[in-house]
């Protein structure tokens, strides 16, 4: 754990709430690594794995990667 939040901020004042996945945004920093991540996850496993996929399981596999990349990104 990263320390008590009540150590930094005063009383009066709680520590601001984490975005939540529907609304999050790519870090400045990990715009290139993201881009990179999804097309490898959503274009090159399926090529090389010889996958197909139809538009509602392309939309299913967007959602998911992004969700895996937003895990990633706050974990670390």
Known sequence: MKGDWKEWYPKEKKPPAPISWWVWQVPELKG??????????????PWFLGIRFTSFTIIINVLLCDFI????????
Not at 69 to 75: A, E, G, T, V
Request: hydrophobic share 65%; no cysteine; glycine share 4%.
């Open 32 to 45: 290139v690594h993201y881009l990179l991540m999804m097309f490898l996850l959503l274009v090159g496993v």
């Open 69 to 76: 990349l937003y895990s990633w990104y706050k974990r670390v």
